[in-house]
């Protein structure tokens, strides 16, 4: 059993530390810029309901591309698998997450999966509503339900740094909608897309997150399944696949559980039938991925023997 105490993780946490001053905060959004490199934080959510955690732990950080695996978890269950699929493929790409490049190569201009970019905001395009408000509710309130925390806001100043300056991913959805993959305003859809990167968590919702993808979808205070067993299977499996973007690879390797990471420095790991883990920590490799918080999984990881292969 991993972890029995916070003075344990703390000096994994201390060990990893070291690693932050390789990294750097993402700036392609100026908001996130403000990030301090040096922070970094983890928890570990137990099925029993014990938390064990260590470093600035109160610190939020924005899910970003976390918030792709919650959104395909919601499409999923709205929509059901077959139609999801049918606008969003299955494969990793190997490319940075952000990439136009398959985009134009895969026939018929389907994205290649739901956690490049592309794929993510086909995806949010599937979120059912009449407006823009009422589709971020749902997710939102979805995220609240999942991290057991009724206090879960967004960063609007985050949000709208993203607005502002995404030309890529206005271009990825220009792209699409020329090829019916989506069809609703571009403006609306950056709006709930940038809206949902900047719901802002700690490494404690982080954890409590992934302890219920972990469980199949079963919370574990409440006893709730939030979500069917078979959405949860199907998102840890794109964890594995394309979770860390194109270093998914080399993290099954060196890690080896389900994880998604975002730009703004979170991890999310659901270590199957076991626990959440939540990590924050800003300072970014060249992938995108934080840096010290990779390092931080592969101790614990090691350490515990907690990789699936
Ligand atoms: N990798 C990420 O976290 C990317 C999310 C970010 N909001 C974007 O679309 O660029």
Redesign the pocket.
């Known amino acids: 059993m991993p972890c029995q105490s916070n003075e344990e993780l703390e000096s994994i946490l201390l060990e990893a530390k070291q690693y932050t001053s390789e990294g750097k905060v993402a700036d392609y ?1 100026p908001a996130l810029s403000k990030a301090n490199p040096d922070d970094l934080s983890v928890a570990i959510f137990h099925p029993d309901g014990t938390c064990y955690s260590a470093g600035c732990i109160q610190e939020k950080i924005t899910l ?2 976390i918030s792709k695996v919650i959104t395909l978890a919601l499409a999923l269950m709205e929509s059901g698998e077959e139609y999801v699929f049918s606008k969003v493929g299955y494969e990793p790409t190997g490319d940075p ?2 990439s136009i490049v398959k985009l134009e190569m895969s026939n018929p201009s389907k994205p290649l999966n739901p956690m490049i ?1 592309a794929g993510a905001l086909a995806v949010t395009h599937m979120i059912k509503g009449n407006s823009v408000e009422e589709r971020f509710r749902k997710i939102i309130d979805f995220v609240k339900r999942l991290s057991g925390n009724e206090e879960i806001s967004y960063s609007a100043e985050v949000a709208k740094s ?1 607005f502002e300056t ?1 030309h890529l ?1 206005r271009a990825l959805c220009f792209f699409m909608k020329q090829h019916g993959i989506i069809n609703e305003d571009v403006e609306e859809l950056l709006d709930l897309y940038t809206k949902q ?1 900047s719901i802002e968590v700690n490494c404690l919702d982080l954890a409590r997150i992934g302890i219920v993808f972990a469980l199949n979808g079963k919370e574990p205070i409440t006893n709730k399944q939030l979500m069917p067993a078979q959405v949860a299977r199907i998102c840890k499996t794109f964890m594995v696949t394309c979770g860390m973007y194109n270093a998914s690879g080399e993290f099954a390797v060196r890690v080896g559980i389900p994880a998604k990471s ?2 703004a420095g979170g991890i999310l790991g659901a270590v199957p039938n076991r626990f959440g883990i939540g990590i924050s920590g800003p300072a970014l490799d060249d992938k ?1 991925n934080s840096v010290a918080g990779l390092k931080l999984l592969e101790i614990l990881a090691s350490k515990y023997e907690l990789s699936m292969f």
Request: hydrophobic share 25%; aromatic share 8%.
């Open positions: 959004i970003q591309s997450f952000n970019n993203e995404s991913n990167c975002g730009v995108g």
